[in-house]
Nanobody, 126 residues
């Protein structure tokens, strides 16, 4: 299993970024996927998740209405569109694979994910 994030960088407050996660080594369309983030000195926290079909999503309250998770099963790619960015969104962002196939109740805890990417840095600053 390999998960490779990209798309991070420096953005101004109020700006946008789109993260991508290229997946390989497993049948992507069978698994829910999630995005997590970790800021310096803080624990890794849930950001968003999407079911294997893309039919259901879940978001942390802190990003609801600003971030959108999506997936393209034909391209084995997960996305996170981040709008109206705030300085507190600054963190290393990770994508993660669910540990169970065809889960329809989205997991928001770390133990429900078994593989992680290396992360992509998002910095929001003027």
């Amino acid at each position: 299993v390999q998960l490779v994030e990209s798309g991070g960088g420096l953005a101004q407050p109020g700006g946008s970024l789109r993260l991508s996660c290229a997946a390989s080594g497993f049948t992507f369309s069978m698994y829910a996927m999630g995005w997590y983030r970790q800021a310096p000195g803080k624990e890794r926290e849930f950001v968003a998740a999407i079911t294997w079909s893309g039919g259901s999503t879940a978001y942390a309250d802190s990003v609801k209405g600003r971030f959108t998770i999506s997936r393209d099963n034909a391209k084995n790619t997960l996305y996170l569109q981040m709008n109206s960015l705030k300085p507190e969104d600054t963190a290393l962002y990770y994508c993660a694979k669910d540990n169970r196939a065809f889960r329809n109740v989205l997991g928001t805890t770390l133990r429900e994910y078994d593989y992680w990417g290396q992360g992509t840095q998002v910095t929001v600053s003027s």
